[in-house]
């Protein structure tokens, strides 16, 4: 799935793909190389197991072949005609059960410890959409910090119209970034259906469910770009929205919180502001493009049978109020709520909307202003 720089977690297929390029994108058959201790023990328990069944099969097999051959009946070989054998019984059940033991108490080491989120040194709220995911940091140092992650594959690759690039839908526009060896505690929840969130070389995959909150944690040990993707199947984009964990030094990370503090402070909207056209037309562009061209098509056109097309829609053409209130509350069971978007993205893009494709001049209020959106919330 992607190259990674050895260090604990070395594996053979590590190593042997380290000496030889050429194998570096071909070793998927093995987990992902472990960067946490319990994504080391799973890897652990993962061979154990399979070696212990390896030596069952070569146990089993063994016996079983040579008895077919040692006993034959050209050799003369006469059957035992025995009946229940108390020792018999009492081996094949002890056995197995020892070996069931051996394999059940380690392994509920690990998801014991797994589940034991507490004391962590960040906690960070992980919300899935359809198909997207949303990170606010909630506890820690970041505080405050919140952004949507997007995947940034151009539609070209998909098709097939263009190369595929090295990181092809295994890439967003806003990574999150944690600092390493620090305990991060990640809250999982969902806007409108089951999502998972899920990293192999943490050894992390929890549920996002909506109207619940799920936890789960990792200790990244290593620098790096680790990369999941969306681990329950959740519509028609489900492997359109992957999940990328920049892990980086403390000092890098203190030095990304403040940038990014900064970042969404020059970016705070005012909503107050009375917004020119031409800005809310280009703001509801981009708005357009990351939220709503999944479904409605960057033409508006939507597609048949599925999404409505925006162009030439009634709603779209009509009063203001019917729209924003599409919007804010969504629309049968396939138009979510979009009440997570600030009010200057979704006055941006429902103007955008009417100014774009064969809509422009053709509706009433063709210009929604921030504080529109501000009074319907209320
Ligand atoms: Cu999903």
Redesign the pocket.
């Known amino acids: 799935m992607q190259k990674q720089s050895l260090g604990k977690g070395l594996t053979l297929a590590a190593l042997l793909s380290a000496a030889i390029p050429a194998l570096a994108v071909e070793q998927q058959y093995n987990l992902a190389p472990p960067v946490t201790e319990i994504a080391r023990q799973i890897y652990d328990l993962h061979t154990l197991m399979l070696v212990i069944c390896l030596v069952i099969f070569v146990v089993v097999f063994g016996v079983m072949f040579y008895s077919i051959y040692a006993h034959r009946k050209s050799k003369g070989a006469k059957p035992a005609s025995f009946h229940e054998s108390t020792t018999v019984e009492i081996i094949w059940t002890v056995i197995p059960f020892l070996i069931v033991i051996g394999m059940a108490l380690p392994a509920t080491k690990t998801v014991v410890a797994m589940k034991d989120t507490s004391n962590a040194d960040l906690t960070i709220k992980a919300i899935?959409y359809?198909?997207k995911w949303g990170y606010e940091y909630l506890k820690g140092e970041g505080e405050g910090i919140g952004f949507v992650s997007t995947l940034t594959t151009p539609r070209e690759q998909v098709n097939n119209q263009a190369a595929k690039g090295e990181n092809y839908l295994m890439e967003v526009d806003n990574v999150l970034v944690v600092p390493v060896n620090k305990k991060v505690r990640i809250v999982t929840t969902a806007n409108d259906v089951i999502?998972?969130w899920m990293i192999p070389a943490f050894g992390v995959k929890q549920d996002a469910i909506p109207g619940f909150v799920r936890d789960t944690w990792f200790k990244a040990e290593q620098v790096g770009t680790y990369r999941g993707q969306?681990a329950?199947l959740?519509?028609k984009d489900?492997a359109f929205?992957p999940i990328v964990v920049e892990v980086k030094s403390e000092a890098d990370y203190s030095k990304w919180v403040a940038e990014k503090k900064k970042e969404m402070a020059a970016k705070a909207d005012d909503p107050t502001k009375v917004w020119v056209a031409a800005d809310l037309v280009a703001r509801g562009e981009k708005v357009y493009a990351s939220n709503c061209a999944a479904c409605h098509q960057a033409t508006g056109k939507g597609l048949p049978g599925a999404f409505p097309a925006l162009d030439g829609d009634k709603v779209v053409l009509g009063a203001k109020d019917g729209q924003i209130g599409v919007l804010l509350n969504g629309q049968g069971a396939g138009m979510p709520a979009w009440k997570q978007l600030s009010d200057v993205e979704i006055a941006s893009v429902i103007t955008y909307t009417r100014a774009a494709w064969g809509n422009q001049g053709k509706g009433a209020d063709p210009v929604v202003q921030p504080a529109d959106i501000t009074a319907a919330r209320k």
């Open positions: 899935g359809q198909w999502h998972a969306c329950e959740c519509g489900h929205m």
